[in-house]
């Protein structure tokens, strides 16, 4: 939660996003947020005792499942964060670049 927190808060900083795409970004995280908290109350469904009738061995694979779709969100929210700051970057070089093209060719900005 921290690291998309942060994210988000430096993405809606920077400025390099429309308010369209801030929205989207806001979708996905919220989508993500929404399948650790399943994830969470499974597992704690799994580990609380007489909630569910399960053999240890069925509450291990069950507790595998669980932690193998966790990883699975934390891996897609650092590749998601990485490939939106990654275009946020070029974006901000391409800004650049049209900066300084503008002074080079004498042009006000």
């Known amino acids: 939660m921290k690291e998309y927190k942060t994210a988000f808060s430096q993405f809606k900083e920077e400025k390099q996003f429309t308010q369209q795409e801030i929205d989207y970004l806001s979708k996905v995280y919220e989508n993500l947020f929404d399948q650790s908290l399943k994830s969470l109350d499974e597992l704690a ?3 609380t005792s007489g909630k569910l009738r399960m053999s240890d061995d ?26 939106t ?3 946020s970057l070029q974006r901000k070089s391409e800004q650049a670049e049209i900066r300084m093209s503008r002074r080079i060719n004498g042009l006000a900005e």
Not at 63 to 73: K, L, V
Not at 76 to 82: A, P, R, S
């Open 58 to 83: 069925e509450r291990l694979q069950a507790i595998d499942r669980i932690y193998a779709s966790i990883e699975d969100q934390y891996s897609f929210l650092k590749d998601f964060n990485g490939n």
């Open 85 to 87: 700051a990654m275009l």
């Open 45 to 47: 469904m799994v580990i």
